[in-house]
């Protein structure tokens, strides 16, 4: 059986352009859409629990993200992926920390969405709200220069081999603020993996 995705936005424009990239990397999924969280609701109670739920953050019904958290005990066996305009870090961490299980940029490449979505629904928490294309391509010395404070902080700590908790308490953050400082500074750095990174961070 297909499993049942809803796509949830306001912008009709792009609302249509998400379900086309959901429909390329899952062409047996029932796609379904909605305009308010209204609709998101009363979709919800009709047939099958979704299995995933895609859905702006800036959107009509969701005035705040103590919503989100409610939406997360409503749907309790379902994916929630917040795609969002937003990329301030201290936003992403309280959606993060609503109980969503992944934040995706509108900024970022189709290709990106696409893959995003497929790993959130594979499991992993995935935070990637940085187009790849805006991002610097320099050395490995400059590259380093574009990280915050906080970034190359994370950074000397992943170096250290900590773990995302062990750095989350050694800056007393948040996990779900390390998660989003490790993926912002992979993209600067322009590295897929953690370990990646901490050669980069130690061949300078």
Same mark, same amino acid.
């Given at each position: ?7 949830? !936005? ?40 979704? !299995? ?13 993200? +103590?919503?989100?958290?409610?939406? @997360? @005990? ?17 936003? =992403? ?11 995706? +940029? ?13 790993? =959130? ?31 190359? !902080? ?18 007393? =953050? ?5 998660? =989003? ?21 130690? +061949?300078?």
């Amino acid at each position: 059986m297909s499993c049942r995705i809803i796509v949830a !936005d306001d912008h009709p424009l792009f609302r249509e352009a998400m379900v086309n990239t959901v429909r390329r990397i899952l062409p047996e999924a029932r796609l379904e859409e909605a305009g308010s969280l209204a609709d998101v609701l009363r979709l919800a109670t009709l047939g099958t629990t979704p !299995d995933t739920l895609i859905l702006d953050l800036r959107f009509p019904g969701l005035t705040c993200i +103590g919503r989100l958290a409610e939406l @997360r @005990r409503q749907l309790p066996r379902t994916t929630l992926i917040v795609v969002s305009m937003v990329d301030d870090p201290e936003v =992403i961490c309280e959606v993060m920390a609503a109980g969503v299980d992944g934040f995706i +940029g509108k900024s970022v490449s189709p290709a990106e969405i696409g893959t995003a979505i497929l790993a =959130i629904r594979a499991g992993e928490v995935v935070v990637n709200y940085l187009p790849s294309g805006l991002l610097p391509q320099l050395g490995a010395s400059s590259e380093l220069e574009q990280l915050t404070h906080r970034q190359q !902080d994370v950074l000397r700590l992943i170096a250290q081999g900590k773990t995302n908790k062990e750095i989350a308490r050694a800056l007393d =953050i948040s996990p779900f603020t390390v998660r =989003i400082h490790v993926s912002s500074l992979l993209k600067t750095l322009n590295v897929p993996t953690r370990t990646a990174a901490a050669v980069k961070y130690s +061949g300078n």
